[in-house]
């Protein structure tokens, strides 16, 4: 059981570019979560989906846009990624939201913009 | 606003006792959860508490006061192994978690 992947592992990427990171979970769980992380910070949410054809906005989500046209894929996408959305950026998932179901994290991606 | 309080850095011997707390406040509370985040690794689900009182789970274990807004999370028999980042998160209002900076444990022989 492979649980979350996220891609790629890192990536250095210039101010300006457009970048999709990507997350897939093979667990059937209904909700997932973006988080980033930052030194002295802790984890920030940026978006997550209730389910399958719905998104909400996180505490930081400016910047980020996110899409779920089914159960396994999350992606997050930066349209046009500047130096402050250096981070390493974690996807997550529970069974369920609106209950204290656990999240499950993937590996995160190490994300450097210049 | 929402606040977690945990402390920046512990160090603490191999085969000791350490206890990392976490206060917090928040727009409401459905639970508290101790996460570990092993460097450059994803966070992993420790412990949830939603009552007061504590709960033991093999070497470590996790105590919740509601009324304080106060949470700990006791690691017993420390090993190398567990030199790692703790993480306090709160459930709140919203079924939403708001997590502390995190507590570097750092062990020595």
């Known amino acids: 059981i492979a649980g979350i992947t996220q891609a790629p592992t890192s990536q250095i990427l210039a101010a300006g570019r457009r970048m999709t990171l990507r997350c897939t979970q093979d667990?059937?769980?209904?909700?997932m979560y973006w988080y980033r992380q930052d030194l002295g910070l802790g984890l920030r949410l940026i978006h997550y989906?209730?389910?399958?054809?719905?998104?909400g906005k996180g505490e930081v989500p400016d910047g980020y846009s996110v899409s779920r046209a089914n159960t396994d894929d999350f992606p997050l996408t930066l349209a046009s990624a500047v130096p402050s959305q250096t981070s390493v950026y974690f996807c997550?998932?529970?069974?369920?939201?609106?209950?204290?179901?656990?999240?499950?994290f993937g590996p995160g991606t190490r994300l450097t913009v210049l | 606003g929402q606040n977690i309080d945990q402390p920046t850095e512990m160090t603490a011997t191999e085969g000791a006792i350490v206890q990392i707390n976490c206060t917090y406040q928040?727009?409401?509370?459905?639970?508290l959860f101790w996460y570990q985040q092993h460097a450059g690794e994803a966070p992993t689900f420790l412990s949830y508490?939603?009552l007061d009182g504590l709960e033991e789970k093999g070497r470590f274990s996790s105590f919740l006061s509601r009324s304080k807004g106060y949470s700990y999370l006791l690691l017993k028999e420390l090993q190398m192994k567990d030199s790692a980042s703790y993480l306090c998160?709160?459930?709140?209002?919203?079924?939403?978690?708001?997590w502390g900076a995190g507590t570097k444990l750092i062990i020595k022989p």
């Open positions: 997550a998932s529970s069974e369920s939201s609106g209950t204290t179901d656990t999240q499950y």
């Open positions: 667990m059937r769980h209904n909700a």
């Open positions: 989906s209730n389910t399958a054809g719905t998104t």
């Open positions: 928040t727009s409401g509370f459905n639970g």
């Open positions: 508490n939603v």
């Open positions: 998160a709160v459930m709140d209002s919203n079924y939403q978690l708001i």
